[in-house]
């Protein structure tokens, strides 16, 4: 049904038709209705149809799919090249899924400039899909750099306080190490003659250069995820923003960064990547354990979240550097769960600060005698946050956990440790604004969640439990694609070890 379609392209470029009727909307009451319906039914359209990549994707094979190739930059031989495999389908469905969810939490809570606010979100979702599809390295560098923004101007704009001292942290650590990903493009241009991402795949490069080019790749996507030591953007970047923000932040671009590791740096540099394991095994793992003892100490909500993030997304990069099925493929599982969980706990947050206008832990307290629903609501997603049994976050940890046994007990145990701390401070979060005494007179009147906040939940709620009841079809999907991965890389490291003076040859 889908042969001959340019399906990706639809997809990604979808969202600028509705961005740009949004554009021509007037400044009355009728135009900004107009730009939030219009929005809305957008992004729900643009999820419906990325629905079908999903039920059309091809399982059980590692090739790349819906691929649309066209000359672009003919002069440099650089083509528009689009196509998703098993692991890129399940971020382009997870960024289309959240879209949606991101409007309608924004419903009321955005006030001004709300025309301008409806565009910068679908702008940021056809980039957002552009960049997991995209299998030309300049097509992805654009999409990858382009993200940067609307999230700017949505920090910058729309935020707290202090935003645009966020904003501009957010972009600067990013541009940054963004800079040194273009250069090491370039040089890949320059040596092989091609940015093709799968033609790429098939070529080698000395180990010498490698480790060079995993440097340069590595300053970006490490900002991106982030990583110890440059993760103190984050913080900012989640407490400023406004909710839908800190939604999309959380659940779609830190996984970039952990895309990019899986994309370019183990398919392209495999031999950089062994030699580099350790350093990202400790990164890692400080991260982990010093990010969740930030946590602890907390007075904010949202800041809170966004350490626990840092400390998930460093199970992340642990999974992938263990460099196995179990570990890369939990790797994944936990990109996909945290990107909802995540999500779900930024829009609990949202909940209670639209009412209150503050998002301090100490204000809060003995919510659930005047807010049940919302207290079970928030109760799941702690525990699917802290890994519990029956929830998405538990596959993800729990792979990735198997994986770092089987070939390293010692940074196994240390990761389990931030599993621990993970449950402590989500508890503690939850015990002081939830449970105790309801002593404070405002939060006497406060009501339970809504009809329309019931409907953005509901989705999340159900697709947390399925990926914990129920992982195998996304495990499924991306099988192959897991496969295929590591196979190429544990046949590089096998040609060097039969042959050590491959490593210094182009």
Known sequence: MLEGLPFLSIITFLPLVGALFIAIQKEDNAGIRNSRTAALWTSLFTFCLSLFLWFGFERGTAKFQFVEKVPWLETFGINYHMGVDGISVLFVLLSTFLTPICILASWDS??????????????????????????DMVLFYIFFEGVLIPMFLIIGVWGGERRVYAAFKFFL???????????????????????????????????????????????????????????????????????????????????????????????????????????????????VIYTSLVALVQSDMKKLIAYSSVAHMGFVTLGIFALNTQGVQGAIYQMLSHGVVSAALFLCV??????????LIDRYGGLVERMPLYSVTFMLFMLASVGLPGTGGFIGEFLVLVGLFNINTTVAFLAAVGVVLGAAYMLWLYRRVIFG?????????????NAREITVFVPLVILTIWMGIYPAPFLEIMDASVNNLLERHNVALSAIADNPTMASKN
């Open 110 to 135: 955005i006030q001004v400039r709300i025309k301008d606010y409806m565009v910068a979100f679908l702008v940021l979702e056809t980039l957002m899909v552009g960049m997991f599809c995209a299998l």
């Open 173 to 287: 650590y990013t541009l940054t190490g963004s800079v040194l990903m273009l250069l090491a493009i370039i040089a890949i241009y320059l040596m092989l003659d091609t940015t093709d991402i799968p033609v790429i795949m098939n070529l080698s490069l000395s180990k010498e250069i490698q480790l060079w080019l995993w440097l340069a790749f590595f300053a970006s996507f490490a900002v991106k995820i982030p990583m110890w030591p440059v993760h103190t953007w984050l913080p900012d970047a989640h407490v400023e923003a406004p909710t839908a923000g800190s939604v999309i932040l959380a659940g779609v671009l830190l996984k970039m960064g952990g895309y990019g590791f899986l994309r370019f740096s183990v398919p392209m540099m495999p031999l950089a990547s062994d030699f580099f394991t350790p350093l990202v095994f400790s990164l890692s793992i400080i991260a």
């Open 350 to 359: 949202g909940v209670v600060y639209d009412r209150m206008h503050t998002k």
């Open 437 to 449: 005494k309801l002593t404070r007179d405002d939060l006497k009147t406060i009501k339970d969640i």
